[in-house]
């Protein structure tokens, strides 16, 4: 078992979180290899030596949060084929970030302490990917993969304010992660406004401006908000929702309305499901891809049916 630590996640708090885990950890796991990269290309490069050997681990565990979890996941996966590079490892993960949404629902026996963790490879079942093909700002185009959700609009820029937070918003990070989110979320709100984005599924197309999309393998996000739609991390779908536009106090009421699970019965709310959907803002914005943000002219996202192994909880 590799383990590939994020000493930086949580606002530096990872590595002091790690150490009581560990000691449990070593306990369980005899074989345990532990990594502490100094940046995310030293840590790709970790991933990528580990799973190119003759005897690549059973088990690769992204410590960190879900940022760390994308990471790895990207240093596994191989575009040429859109398949892990090594088949036979899986992924597992040790939740030390601010969110830790991989790890949603988190059942009580899935935890060492107050930390989550997914480290079960007896268990481990096959889930999709998500596969975002990217035209960036720049002109180069991207392969980038994720596990739970893409976004683009009001969250999209939130993600992207909090992963640079300063001042209160900062401060707060590193005390309460929904304090933090919530002050994000109301000073992304008092300056966002409506994306006109072109968005076209299989048999459908949104053209309206929007507040937001969120194309989803997993309904949690953004902390403690989660969406009430169907979407498993097998069934081989993405769920597409749409927020539509609307002014302040509707978006603030849809965002509470999230935070208990409520989305599908909104006004603002339209949805759809989809194998691949493609994304064309009418100017450069930024894609959130499981928390991680890419300035992009465009977007194409798919569906890579059970490719991948997930350790169980």
Request: charged fraction near 20%; glycine fraction near 8%; include cysteine.
């Amino acid at each position: 078992m590799l383990v590939v630590l994020n000493p930086r996640s949580n606002a530096g708090t990872a590595l002091r979180r790690w150490q009581p885990v560990e000691s449990v950890l070593r306990t369980r796991h005899p074989d345990l290899s532990v990594e502490l990269p100094s940046d995310p290309q030293h840590a790709t490069e970790i991933v990528r030596a580990a799973v190119t050997r003759p005897n690549p681990p059973r088990v690769l565990v992204a410590a960190g949060g879900d940022g760390m979890v994308n990471l790895v996941l990207n240093a596994l996966m191989d575009p040429v084929t859109d398949r892990p590079r090594a088949a036979g490892s899986a992924l597992g993960a040790v939740g030390l970030g601010s969110s830790n949404d991989f790890h949603k629902p988190v059942p009580a026996s899935a935890r060492v302490g107050a930390i989550p963790v997914r480290l079960d490879a007896a268990r481990a079942e096959l889930v999709d990917v998500g596969k975002a093909s990217v035209l960036r700002t720049d002109g180069t185009r991207v392969v980038r993969y994720f596990l739970l959700n893409a976004s683009m609009g009001l969250v999209a820029a939130g993600n992207h304010s909090f992963n640079h937070a300063t001042g209160v918003a900062g401060w707060l990070k590193s005390r309460s992660v929904e304090a933090a989110i919530l002050a994000t979320a109301l000073a992304t709100i008092a300056t966002h406004r409506p994306l006109p984005v072109s968005i076209r599924g299989g048999t459908w197309t949104h053209t309206a401006p929007i507040t937001n999309v969120g194309v989803l393998k997993s309904v949690h996000f953004a902390g403690g908000m989660h969406y009430d739609t169907e979407v498993t991390r097998g069934d081989g779908q993405f769920d597409v929702n749409i927020w539509s536009a609307a002014g302040r106090l509707r978006t603030l009421g849809l965002i509470a309305g999230l935070y208990a699970g409520r989305f599908r019965g909104s006004r603002l709310a339209v949805c759809h499901r989809d194998a691949a959907v493609e994304l064309r803002p009418d100017r450069p914005a930024p894609l959130e891809l499981d928390g991680e943000i890419t300035m992009v002219e465009s977007a194409r996202l798919e569906v890579l049916p059970r490719v991948l192994k997930v350790c169980a909880a």
